[in-house]
């Protein structure tokens, strides 16, 4: 048995109830109140629930579009119904027939049953119209809320999901894991000052974990969560009513004054890996506000939005779903007119994060002006794909006979092939290319309608830990070749033609409807041994003639450059790609510590950056590289950089640049 709010009656009047009986039958009753009187009641729909082990519904809600029933069950799956208020498909209580005007306590002189119920057979029994199967997995779903034109759902996973409702389907957005510990998540309460409290427990103890300032409100003892409960707050008070050895247990704490004032928000508990910048959103009345994504190594990625006017940084969202640290970010070029998903108020981009555990995810971002909000921008999030090599290994046959690969594989950069849209294709497949610390090269191929993001091709030519990598286009002459630089420990830098693994993987996606074998991405073009240690920091850039600039900076403090010349075989005797290094640039010495941060703003500039927070402006001229500034940042222990130009009001063209670190700082 369940209650639900009924739709289009104010509260108190009308209630639903919910009831799960034999082989997964669900009825939708509405009861009355009647002062002095029997409830009235009245069947309303009867609903089929999937078969499963414990065939049950646990939770239910209406949404407020009507006509649509969302409910979970105890398999952990989530579940839409049809369902329609009006009397023409109600059943009630004093009979369809008759007229009897007997309530539903009294017998109606052919048994106990009520008459609604022995009349259910005059209402359809509805099907899902749509299912997602053990989404809470097999514990069950604990709660389903509506807010903000969003469904909320909890479940005993330690996670809650957001949904919106897409035609008559349910499609997950984001799942989000609130607090580590708190695995049974039992309800959500949205408050009116913007806070989100997670209501739960953690072992014996009863848990509210407020989402705005990330800690826990409240760990009252009460035994754990198989006991029933109550919780009820406003501003005067709190209380948490809960049954212990059969009393029933009351906690009761009066509203104090707040002393607590956040100073500086937090973006991130440990140290920032990486950082990327999406673009700028333009809000009436609002300084220009520029919109980051950062990952850190507390296993989180935050969406944050800088003003230029108060210089402060404002945590739009948080991206939780990895398990371990967030090593690596790219962006898929932004959405233009002519792409799917833009729009014409704000920022859309796809966005990977990589990191510890062979981990990859995927999100579609939409950033748009909201002057209401405290942040003056709206950020939605919706989860696309993720992959774990060690799930792949488990879908594996015959993975008894093979060798597992490391499971503390970490991906350590990434970047986006571009130029990869196949129109051949129903839908385009995206490619995304990943530096691996097990001594590989891998490929992704992500299909956004579908939401699968497949490993396609690989490469272990380095046999040690790949530290970047970066993709680039090469067009001439009508003809395309996506070629790949990689960069090892040893100092080496390798450059690939990826062209052809692309596509024949794209047509063995097209052919296996998802689901290939790698395929080998066979060996480098070239491969230039640039440093004497570790590269750190990599960057590619098409010179106007082009020709290709590649600068890298290593641990031993250097600096390397070289200009490429990429040269396109004719006719099967030629046939192929070939690279031609028309220059090489070294720096030794270019700073005291580790170059972590290298980009090329022009053929004739170079930028870089190392953990001795020096920020080096550089002139390549005939005799190499020449320093023309140095400026000290404030961000100890560097870890990446990036840059953006921007046109002033005059014209003049103005080079910005963001560190991240022990901190963020940009200048």
């Given at each position: 048995?369940?209650?639900a709010?009924?739709?289009?009656?104010?509260?108190?009047?009308?209630?639903?109830?919910?009831?799960?009986?034999?082989?997964?039958?669900?009825?939708?009753?509405?009861?009355?109140?009647?002062?002095?009187?029997?409830?009235?009641?009245?069947?309303?729909?009867?609903?089929?629930?999937?078969?499963?082990?414990?065939?049950?519904?646990?939770?239910a809600?209406?949404?407020?579009?009507?006509?649509?029933?969302?409910?979970?069950?105890?398999?952990?799956?989530?579940?839409?119904?049809?369902?329609?208020?009006?009397?023409?498909?109600?059943?009630?209580?004093?009979?369809?027939?008759?007229?009897?005007?007997?309530?539903?306590?009294?017998?109606?002189?052919?048994?106990?049953?009520?008459?609604?119920?022995?009349?259910?057979?005059?209402?359809?029994?509805?099907?899902?119209?749509?299912?997602l199967?053990?989404?809470?997995?097999?514990?069950?779903?604990?709660?389903?809320?509506?807010?903000?034109?969003?469904?909320?759902?909890?479940?005993?996973?330690?996670?809650?999901?957001?949904?919106?409702?897409?035609?008559?389907?349910?499609?997950?957005?984001?799942?989000?894991?609130?607090?580590?510990?708190?695995?049974?998540?039992?309800?959500?309460?949205?408050?009116?000052?913007?806070?989100?409290?997670?209501?739960?427990?953690?072992?014996?103890?009863?848990?509210?974990?407020?989402?705005r300032?990330?800690?826990?409100?409240?760990?009252?003892?009460?035994?754990?969560?198989?006991?029933?409960?109550?919780?009820?707050?406003?501003?005067?008070?709190?209380a948490?009513?809960?049954?212990?050895?059969?009393?029933?247990?009351?906690?009761?704490?009066?509203?104090?004054?707040?002393?607590?004032?956040?100073?500086?928000?937090?973006?991130?508990?440990r140290?920032?890996?990486?950082?990327?910048?999406?673009?700028?959103?333009?809000?009436?009345?609002?300084?220009?506000?520029?919109?980051?994504?950062?990952?850190?190594?507390?296993?989180?990625?935050?969406?944050?939005?800088?003003?230029?006017?108060?210089?402060?940084?404002?945590?739009l969202?948080?991206?939780?779903?990895?398990?371990?640290?967030?090593?690596?970010?790219a962006?898929?070029?932004?959405?233009?007119?002519?792409?799917?998903?833009f729009?014409?108020?704000?920022?859309?981009?796809?966005?990977?994060?990589?990191?510890?555990?062979?981990?990859?995810?995927?999100?579609?971002?939409?950033?748009?002006?909201?002057?209401?909000?405290?942040?003056?921008?709206?950020?939605?999030?919706?989860?696309?794909?993720?992959?774990?090599?060690?799930?792949?290994?488990?879908?594996?046959?015959?993975?008894?006979?093979?060798?597992?690969?490391?499971?503390?594989?970490?991906?350590?950069?990434?970047?986006?092939?571009?130029?990869?849209s196949?129109?051949?294709?129903?839908?385009?497949?995206?490619?995304?290319?990943?530096a691996?610390?097990?001594?590989?090269?891998?490929?992704?191929?992500?299909?956004?309608?579908?939401?699968?993001?497949?490993?396609?091709?690989?490469?272990?030519?380095?046999?040690?830990?790949?530290?970047?990598?970066?993709?680039?286009?090469?067009?001439?002459?009508?003809?395309?070749?996506?070629?790949?630089?990689?960069?090892?420990?040893?100092?080496?830098?390798a450059?690939?033609?990826?062209?052809?693994?692309?596509?024949?993987?794209?047509?063995?996606?097209?052919?296996?409807?998802?689901?290939i074998?790698?395929?080998?991405?066979?060996?480098?073009?070239?491969?230039?041994?640039?440093?004497?240690?570790?590269?750190?920091?990599?960057?590619?850039?098409?010179?106007?003639?082009?020709?290709?600039?590649?600068?890298?900076?290593?641990?031993?403090?250097?600096?390397?450059?070289?200009?490429?010349?990429?040269?396109?075989?004719?006719?099967?005797?030629?046939?192929?790609t070939?690279?031609?290094?028309?220059e090489?640039?070294?720096?030794?010495?270019?700073?005291?510590?580790?170059?972590?941060?290298?980009?090329?703003?022009?053929?004739?500039?170079?930028?870089s950056?190392?953990?001795?927070?020096?920020?080096?402006?550089?002139?390549?001229?005939?005799?190499?590289?020449?320093?023309?500034?140095?400026?000290?940042?404030?961000?100890?222990?560097?870890?990446?950089?990036?840059?953006?130009?921007?046109?002033?009001?005059?014209?003049?063209?103005?080079?910005?640049?963001?560190?991240?670190?022990?901190?963020?700082?940009?200048?």
């Amino acid at each position: 048995l369940g209650w639900a709010p009924c739709p289009g009656q104010p509260p108190g009047a009308t209630t639903a109830l919910l009831a799960s009986g034999p082989d997964g039958e669900m009825l939708w009753l509405d009861v009355t109140h009647r002062p002095g009187q029997a409830p009235w009641v009245r069947l309303m729909g009867r609903y089929l629930l999937p078969p499963c082990k414990q065939r049950w519904h646990t939770c239910a809600a209406f949404l407020p579009q009507g006509g649509l029933l969302v409910c979970g069950d105890r398999r952990g799956s989530l579940l839409l119904f049809p369902c329609s208020s009006s009397p023409g498909w109600a059943v009630e209580s004093a009979g369809i027939a008759d007229g009897s005007t007997s309530p539903v306590g009294e017998d109606t002189g052919s048994g106990s049953e009520p008459f609604c119920l022995s009349h259910k057979g005059a209402l359809p029994l509805e099907a899902p119209l749509s299912m997602l199967f053990g989404l809470h997995g097999k514990m069950g779903v604990t709660s389903v809320t509506c807010y903000g034109g969003y469904i909320y759902s909890t479940g005993r996973d330690g996670c809650f999901h957001q949904l919106r409702l897409q035609g008559q389907q349910l499609e997950v957005l984001r799942k989000h894991r609130p607090c580590k510990g708190l695995q049974w998540i039992e309800e959500l309460r949205f408050t009116p000052d913007g806070d989100l409290l997670v209501l739960g427990f953690h072992a014996d103890n009863f848990v509210v974990w407020s989402s705005r300032t990330g800690e826990n409100l409240h760990c009252i003892p009460c035994g754990g969560g198989h006991r029933s409960w109550s919780y009820c707050s406003n501003a005067s008070a709190e209380a948490f009513a809960f049954v212990k050895c059969g009393d029933v247990m009351l906690y009761h704490r009066e509203a104090e004054p707040c002393e607590q004032q956040v100073l500086l928000e937090s973006l991130h508990g440990r140290e920032i890996t990486c950082v990327r910048r999406l673009g700028v959103v333009e809000v009436p009345g609002h300084a220009t506000l520029n919109i980051f994504v950062t990952g850190s190594e507390d296993t989180t990625a935050c969406v944050l939005a800088l003003s230029k006017r108060s210089q402060a940084a404002m945590p739009l969202t948080r991206l939780s779903d990895h398990i371990s640290s967030v090593r690596a970010l790219a962006l898929a070029s932004p959405a233009g007119p002519g792409d799917e998903g833009f729009g014409d108020e704000g920022l859309c981009t796809l966005l990977f994060s990589a990191g510890g555990r062979a981990q990859i995810e995927c999100y579609r971002l939409l950033c748009a002006g909201d002057p209401a909000s405290e942040s003056a921008v709206a950020c939605q999030v919706i989860h696309v794909a993720s992959h774990r090599l060690d799930k792949h290994w488990e879908r594996k046959k015959n993975r008894h006979k093979l060798v597992k690969m490391d499971p503390e594989t970490r991906y350590m950069s990434l970047s986006v092939v571009p130029g990869t849209s196949s129109e051949q294709l129903p839908a385009p497949w995206k490619f995304l290319a990943a530096a691996c610390s097990d001594g590989s090269v891998r490929v992704f191929g992500l299909l956004e309608a579908a939401r699968k993001l497949v490993l396609v091709a690989e490469s272990f030519h380095h046999q040690r830990c790949v530290l970047k990598v970066e993709a680039f286009l090469h067009t001439w002459a009508g003809e395309r070749r996506h070629l790949l630089c990689s960069a090892a420990t040893d100092g080496s830098v390798a450059f690939w033609d990826i062209t052809s693994p692309i596509t024949d993987a794209t047509d063995a996606l097209h052919q296996a409807e998802g689901e290939i074998q790698p395929l080998a991405l066979g060996t480098p073009l070239l491969t230039i041994m640039a440093h004497s240690c570790g590269v750190n920091s990599l960057h590619i850039r098409e010179t106007p003639e082009g020709q290709y600039l590649v600068a890298s900076g290593s641990d031993d403090g250097s600096i390397h450059i070289c200009l490429l010349e990429v040269a396109l075989g004719r006719g099967e005797a030629m046939a192929g790609t070939c690279l031609r290094v028309l220059e090489r640039v070294a720096r030794p010495c270019a700073h005291a510590a580790h170059v972590t941060g290298i980009r090329v703003l022009r053929p004739d500039l170079l930028l870089s950056a190392s953990v001795d927070q020096r920020l080096t402006l550089w002139r390549r001229g005939p005799g190499g590289l020449d320093a023309l500034s140095t400026t000290f940042f404030h961000v100890p222990d560097l870890a990446e950089l990036d840059c953006w130009e921007v046109a002033e009001a005059g014209g003049e063209l103005r080079y910005y640049c963001v560190l991240c670190g022990q901190g963020l700082e940009m200048l």
